[in-house]
């Protein structure tokens, strides 16, 4: 066990510092939890129906994603202006 308290090479190679007590027993509760999830039929049932419902209405993520790029591209049309009105502007 004195292994998982001090690892040298968890946190940053060569500096020794201290892993985190918490680490090993959080992950072994969480994978435990998604065995305990997947063991019985109505854990099955849920997981089944966030995917359906993740499958029928989309990825929301996709959504913000097209927002951001829509936004992106009037930001580079908006720079093209300015550029093009400071070239202008210069005296030759």
Known sequence: ??????CRSADSPGKGIYMKNWFLPATLLGLSGLALVFASERGRERVRHFLEDLMEHGDPLNEFNKFCED???????????????????QPS
Request: no cysteine; charged share 30%.
């Open 71 to 89: 936004q992106l591209e009037v930001i580079q049309q908006n720079l093209d202006r300015v550029a093009k009105a400071l070239e202008e502007a």
């Open 1 to 6: 066990m004195e292994h998982h308290i001090v």
